[in-house]
C-alpha cells in the first residue's frame, strides 16, 4: 500500500485527543500514565511515516481537503512541506517523553493533567499542518486553553498569575490575526493558503495584514518587546509545561511567520523584515545579558530562550535560502536543547526543592551520570561543533552575513554570551567542592530519567554529524517560499 493515500495527517491530529476522551473513561492511575503514553508512542510512530512517504519536492505533501462549511468556504485542509515536518515530528517525540518524565513527578490530578497535555498536542500539531486559515485559528486557539490551565493548575507559587498573563498576551495577540484573516478573506473569497498566496493583495492592506499576523505571531515567538510573559511562564509552569512551551508552542510563531507572513505579504515584507531583523538581534543580546545574571537556574534557561528564538527570527529575516533553511533546523534544536535543559532542571529540583544556583557545586562527583548528560544538553546550546546547535546557529549567521553583515557580528556576540551564561551555570552547579550537605545524598538519575533524555541526546548528534538528513528535506520548501517572497523583497532587504 502507497503510504501517501492514507489519511497520515489525520491520525497523527486526532490520535491524541482520541487518547485525551479515553483518559476520561479511565479509571486507575497506572493505566491512565499506560494509556498516555501508549497513545502518544503510538502518534510518534505513526509520524514517521511521513519520513517513509517523503518526496524530494518543496510542494505540499500528505494534503487532505474535506468540505467543512461550503457557505462560508471554509474547509478540512492539512498538508505538510519541509518548513513544518520537522516541527509535527518534533512535537509527536516530545509527547511521549514528557509523559515519561511526569511518571512520578505529578501526584496530583493526574487524570487532568494528562488530558490537557494530549489536548495540548492535538491543538499544536493542528497548526502545523493547517492550509485553512480558519482550521488554523480553531487550533491556534486551542494550544491556549491547555497550556492555560497546565500552568494554572500546576505551577508554582505565583501560577495564577503567570497563567493569565500568558492567556492575555496570547489573546490579544489571536484577536489581532482573526482581524487579519477576516481582510484576506474579503479579498480573495477564500481562506484557504493556497488560493490566497495566488491572488494579489494591495500594498496598504498587505502592511495592515503583515503588521497583524506578526503582531500575533511575535507574541508567540516572543519577540522583544512582547517577550515578558515568557519568563514567568516558563519559571512558574510545572516541568512538563516548560518543554512544551520551549519545546514546541513557542515555535507556533517563528512558523506562523515562514507560513503566511512571508509568502502572503511580500510587499510589505521588504518594507517591514529589517525592522524585524533589528528586534530579532535586540532580542538576542537582551536575553543573553539578562541570563547572565539570573541566580535561578530556570529562569536563566527561560531568559535563554528569548535570545535563541530571537536567532531563529534572524534567520526569517535574512530572507536568504541558508538563514531561513537554518531557521527551520534551528526551531527543532531549540525545542531539543532547551526542553532538555528544562527537564533536567525539572530532574534536579525534584530531589533538592530549589533551583537556585548558589545552592549547588560538586555535583560530578556525586551524581556523575546527571552531570555527564548536562554538559552535552549545555554544549549543544551552546553550538559546540559536531552537536545540533553549531548547525542551525552557524546556517542562519552565514545566511544573514551575505545579506547585512553587521547582523551577523551582532548574532555572533549573542553566541559568545550564550556560552558565557551556560557554562558560568554549569561550572556552578557540576564542578568546585561538594560541600552542601543536602548534596551530599543525592540520588543520580534513574533508568527511567536516563531513557528521558537519551533520544534526545542521541538526535544531537545525528543533527549535528548529518544535517544534510534533515536540510534535503527543509531546502526546496525554502526555495519555493522565497519565490513566493519574489526577487524584489530581497534586493529591498539588502539595500
Not at 176 to 193: K, P, Q, R, T
Request: glycine share 8%; hydrophobic share 55%.
Amino acid at each position: 500500500m502507497d503510504i501517501t493515500s492514507l489519511p497520515l495527517l489525520s491520525i497523527i491530529l486526532w490520535l491524541p485527543l482520541l487518547g485525551a476522551l479515553l483518559l476520561l473513561v479511565t479509571f486507575s492511575e497506572r493505566n491512565v500514565k499506560i494509556v498516555a503514553l501508549i497513545t502518544l508512542l503510538l502518534d510518534f510512530i505513526v509520524s514517521l511515516g511521513l519520513l517513509i512517504g517523503w518526496a524530494p519536492d518543496g510542494g505540499m505533501q500528505f494534503e487532505e481537503y474535506i468540505r467543512w462549511i461550503p457557505g462560508l468556504n471554509i474547509n478540512y485542509h492539512l498538508g505538510v512541506d519541509g518548513i513544518s515536518l520537522f516541527l509535527v515530528l518534533l512535537t509527536t517525540l516530545l509527547g511521549p517523553i514528557i509523559v515519561l518524565f511526569s511518571w512520578t513527578n505529578v501526584r496530583e490530578r493526574l487524570r487532568a493533567f494528562l488530558f490537557f497535555m494530549l489536548l495540548q498536542q492535538t491543538g499544536m500539531l493542528g497548526v502545523f499542518m493547517s492550509l485553512d486559515l480558519v482550521l488554523f485559528f480553531v487550533f491556534w486557539e486551542l494550544s491556549i486553553i491547555p497550556m492555560y490551565f497546565l500552568i494554572g493548575g500546576w505551577g508554582g507559587e505565583r501560577r495564577v498569575y503567570a497563567a493569565l498573563k500568558f492567556f492575555i498576551y496570547t489573546m490579544a495577540g489571536s484577536a489581532l490575526m482573526l482581524v487579519a484573516i477576516l481582510v484576506l478573506y474579503w479579498n480573495a473569497g477564500s481562506f484557504d493558503w493556497s488560493v490566497l498566496r495566488t491572488v494579489p493583495l494591495n500594498p496598504t492592506l498587505q502592511m495592515v495584514a503583515f503588521v497583524t499576523f506578526a503582531l500575533a505571531f511575535a507574541v508567540k515567538v516572543p519577540l522583544f518587546p512582547l517577550h515578558t510573559w515568557l519568563p514567568d511562564a516558563h519559571v512558574e509552569a510545572p516541568t512538563a509545561g516548560s518543554v512544551i512551551l520551549a519545546g514546541v508552542l513557542l515555535k507556533m510563531g517563528t512558523y506562523g511567520f515562514m507560513r503566511f507572513c512571508l509568502p502572503l505579504f511580500p510587499d510589505a515584507v521588504g518594507k517591514l523584515m529589517p525592522l524585524i531583523a533589528v528586534l530579532a538581534i535586540i532580542g538576542i543580546l537582551y536575553g543573553a545579558l539578562v541570563a547572565l545574571v539570573q541566580r535561578d537556574v530556570k529562569s536563566l534557561v527561560a531568559y535563554s530562550s528569548v535570545a535563541h528564538l530571537g536567532f531563529v527570527m534572524l534567520g526569517v529575516a535574512s530572507l536568504s535560502r541558508q538563514g531561513l533553511s537554518g531557521a527551520v533546523l534551528q526551531n527543532v534544536n531549540h525545542g531539543l536543547s532547551t526542553g532538555a535543559l528544562f527537564l533536567m532542571v525539572g530532574m534536579i529540583y525534584d530531589r533538592r526543592h530549589t533551583r537556585l544556583l548558589s545552592e549547588f557545586g560538586g555535583l560530578w562527583k556525586q551524581i556523575p551520570i546527571f552531570s555527564a548528560f548536562f554538559i552535552i544538553v549545555v554544549m549543544s546550546s551552546v553550538g559546540l561543533p559536531g552537536l545540533n546547535g553549531f548547525v542551525g546557529e552557524f546556517t542562519i549567521l552565514l545566511g544573514t552575513f551575505s545579506v547585512q553583515p553587521v547582523w551577523a557580528i551582532l548574532g555572533t556576540a549573542g553566541v559568545i554570551l550564550a556560552a558565557w551564561y551556560l557554562l558560568t551555570a554549569a561550572r556552578g552547579m557540576l564542578y568546585g567542592p561538594l560541600d552542601n550537605p543536602k548534596n551530599q545524598k543525592l540520588a543520580d538519575l534513574t533508568r527511567r530519567e536516563t531513557w528521558v533524555l537519551v533520544p534526545i541526546v542521541i538526535l544531537f548528534f545525528v543533527i549535528g554529524l548529518f544535517p544534510n538528513l534533515f536540510f534535503a528535506k527543509i531546502n526546496p520548501s525554502v526555495d519555493a517560499l522565497l519565490q513566493d517572497v519574489g526577487a524584489p523583497a530581497v534586493v529591498q532587504i539588502v539595500k
